[in-house]
């Protein structure tokens, strides 16, 4: 049985600054519950694609030109931000962004912005963030801005959490971070995948261990899929072993 298709991205082409064409026609789709991989190296397309979905594009002066996206079937493309915010699609930003001057804690309630959503229900939302990142529980009262690197991730992704979100945009979790923390920040989206079903499509530049947590893959080159496949596959893929494995 084949999973029902949560999002599909049917050839869009991106264009920044009315000129610049980025993305070249990327199509893609992710089934409910998966973890997908968008991946390839700097420059190659993803953040843009990620930003094409979550409607970010416009205040970075890029547009989506032609193609179309759907999400439950319905057509996003062109809706305001916030429309996939309550439809429960949360896109975590690379580089973090959390508030520096808010404690760990101040920062997660931040996310629980869903409207009707009651004191008890927050502070259990709160409970789940905190069993998936004890990390977090330890450092709720100190100021975000003081958290390491790695404490900073988690707290992104604890926030995006915290609204209980259907499915995740995840752009770069591994960036700067140690090898081992990266493992046990995708070891967390796995067991959130698997225990809360959360759906996740992130953007990754290392591709080995992207490969290793996701179940599908795209390879993005100078704005178009080059390849895509079951993560299985692609691990075993000598092109991909070559190009992609060696790197990270
Ligand atoms: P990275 O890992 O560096 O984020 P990426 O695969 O996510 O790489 P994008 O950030 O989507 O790639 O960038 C794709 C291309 O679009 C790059 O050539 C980049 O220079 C260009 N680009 C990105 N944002 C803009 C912008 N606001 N205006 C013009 N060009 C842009």
Redesign the pocket.
Known sequence: TQAETLLEVSNIE?I??HV?L??KGVSLKVPKGGITA?L????????????SISNL?RS???EVTKGRITYMGEPIHDSDPSVLVRRGVIQVM?GRHCFEHLTVEENLLTGAYTLGVSKAEIQQNLELVYSYFPRLKERRKSQAGYTSGGEQQMLAIGRALMSKPEMILL??PS?GLAPQLVEQIFRIVKSVNENEGVTFLL?E?NTNVALRYAHYGYI?E??RVVMDGLAADLRENPDVKEFYLGMS
């Open positions: 991106v920044y600054d610049i980025v993305l968008l390839g190296g700097n420059g190659a397309g993803k953040t843009t694609t990620l930003k594009l970075e002066r890029g690379e752009d770069e960036m953007a530049q993005l100078s704005g």
